[in-house]
């Protein structure tokens, strides 16, 4: 396996069973890992690095490559390259040419790891949140049943919207004198 491999295939079969049971659209997973890798390298290991990050998920590969351009004279390394570092990797380059070279650090495994988790813990709150809203949004203007959870010293009421999300009924927006109780029943 290649120096930024992941451990296994079973890491992006995983990804991939995630995907389609939160149905999250896999290549958006993907990308916004890829994303997020780019994030993490400039953060480790030069924030001005030019670098573009790639993931094979039937390899379970993630690899990083560096994209520098060819120039006379160097003034930002993470940038750039001479001619002649160019043509020792392939002889053709010319000067103003992009050189795309591997630079996946060798402990870029836990990195790329940890950096996915969180982009997939991420992608997964945004997903359901936007299935929630979907739910909710088609019952817009109709009158559901809530129960109430918890009432705050300022009178708002915390009630739980048909076991699948929060919401909060404040004082102004109730029937005025009315009193509720945790565990109440409210048409919301």
């Given amino acids: ?22 149905r999250i659209n896999k290549e958006v997973l993907f990308s916004a890992i890829e994303s997020a890798l780019i ?25 990083i490559y560096s994209r520098k351009t060819v120039v006379e004279e ?15 990797i ?12 591997e ?3 060798n402990n870029f495994r836990r990195v790329a790891a940890q950096t996915a988790k969180q982009v997939i813990v991420q992608k997964i709150r945004e997903a359901e949140r936007g299935k929630i809203y979907d739910d909710f949004i088609e019952k817009e203007n109709e009158i559901l049943t809530a129960i109430v959870r918890r009432v705050d010293t300022k009178g708002n009421a915390f009630v739980d919207l048909m ?20 565990e109440d029943h409210v048409k919301v």
């Fill in 103 to 105: 630079v996946t650090p």
């Fill in 39 to 63: 994030s993490a390298y400039k953060k480790n290991f030069g924030k001005n690095a030019n670098v573009r990050a790639t993931i094979d998920p039937t390899k379970g590969v993630v690899e």
């Fill in 163 to 182: 076991g699948r999300t929060e919401g909060i009924l404040e004082a102004g927006e109730m029937i005025p004198g009315e009193t509720l109780q945790e």
């Fill in 74 to 88: 160097v003034f930002d390394s993470q940038c750039e390259m001479t001619l002649a570092e160019a043509r020792e």
């Fill in 90 to 101: 392939r002889p053709q380059y010319e000067l103003g040419d992009l050189v795309e070279v």
């Fill in 1 to 22: 396996m290649a120096n930024g491999g992941i451990d296994s295939v079973e890491f992006f079969s995983a990804l991939d069973a995630m995907a389609k049971e939160r």
